[in-house]
């Protein structure tokens, strides 16, 4: 449960204990992120050895969603109230420093350990489809066919309540030894951008559609069909 | 052990059972991918959990390493001979279809499972050292300071000995269902770039240096010091 500053409370596992400077506990850092990433690395124990897959996820208030096959081995396994550790890590830049020791990287990352509950109800479930769809590109949703009841039935998605969780961050120029800060090498942070590239259309798009708003918006374009 | 075809071995937890069309097994995809990658989620299990941490690591030929400082309770938990499992993955693009359902995105990832080894040797040590340093940026390692004996003696190294991996690419336009490719739905992909933005010199730079070669190289510039 968030505490009453809003914050998630420290525990044994969540609680930094190497560079705790670099820790944050409070939900809006720590849903930032999982709003800014991608992908999540969903962390399970199958036959008692680590295995770690990456897949899409959205959040919705307090709660994390992945899905799948509901042929799925690992959605079986975690839907059976397995232990989870979900993991989203977002790279902003190389820190170069004047010694390999000090390099580093700016990242922010989440770190969330539960359990998983398979989601039956119906609503909850286009909810979280629709946050899936939405998450990987906003706007997508209204444009795509809509689901059908045998879709629904073939997905599996997963609850996964935000109530461990914790945030690493590290930013700023690279920290040196002291005595290095006088020698002459270059240091400073080389920032990693990911952006879009040139939308590929579907080869068997049957007609020229122009691009979807979804689409145009993402890659910051507004231009109109006869424009293309 | 990598076979006559220079593959990795199928084993049951490498073998893809869903879509195994995606699983590539061969040491060269597996390389790439990890080459490409710039950081890992290594999991293992703590008090029976799944943990999935972020870090950086390193190939050297057949073998993984990551690194981390000498008190990491992660590391020591690993050098311990525990099972481990890193997974590498590259996100190329949106892939939009008509539907929810096929949406999907366009990725590379390999997963890696094993059990990682302390790294006594100094020589070993210190290529290691170097890879990740080369790994984060090439040429980075001749322009920094020299490690010393005391920041040798400070940071972990472990290998992962690259013996059960198998890699998984998605890559192409959105599958649809073939009643949906009628409909005026705009599909495809959008891919994802990674690049890098201007580089951010250390505020605390006490003269003013050129950008290294190393960084240079990075950003695709050639600019001379007096450029800048």
């Given at each position: 449960m968030i505490t009453e500053d809003n914050s998630f409370p420290i525990t044994e596992r969540t609680r930094l204990k190497r560079l705790p400077a670099r820790g944050a506990y409070d939900a809006q850092t720590i849903y930032d992120i999982l709003d800014a990433g991608r992908i999540c690395h969903i962390g399970f124990v199958s036959d008692g050895a680590p295995v770690v897959i990456p897949t899409g996820y959205a959040r919705v208030d307090d709660r994390l969603y992945v899905h799948g096959s509901a042929a799925s081995r690992m959605l079986k396994t975690l839907a059976q109230g397995a232990d989870v550790c979900v993991t989203v890590t977002l790279l902003d830049g190389l820190v170069l420093a004047r010694s390999a020791f000090h390099s580093s990287m700016n990242y922010r990352s989440v770190v969330v350990f539960g359990k998983a509950t398979?989601?039956?109800?119906?609503?909850?479930?286009?909810?979280?489809?629709?946050?899936?769809?939405?998450?990987?590109?906003?706007?997508?949703?209204?444009?795509?066919?809509?689901?059908?009841?045998?879709?629904?039935?073939?997905?599996?998605?997963?609850?996964?309540?935000?109530?461990?969780?914790?945030?690493?961050?590290?930013?700023?120029?690279?920290?040196?030894?002291?005595?290095?800060?006088?020698?002459?090498?270059?240091?400073?942070?080389?920032?990693?951008?990911t952006g879009f590239g040139e939308p590929i259309s579907d080869p068997r798009l049957e007609t020229a559609l122009p691009l979807p708003a979804s689409v145009k918006q993402a890659i910051g374009k507004t231009r109109s069909a006869d424009e293309r």
């Open positions: 398979l989601v039956e109800d119906r609503d909850e479930k286009i909810a979280a489809l629709t946050a899936f769809t939405e998450h990987v590109l906003r706007g997508r949703w209204p444009e795509v066919r809509r689901v059908t009841e045998q879709e629904l039935k073939a997905t599996s998605v997963l609850r996964l309540p935000l109530t461990e969780a914790s945030a690493k961050v590290r930013t700023g120029p690279p920290k040196d030894e002291e005595e290095d800060y006088a020698l002459p090498i270059w240091a400073g942070v080389l920032p990693l951008v």
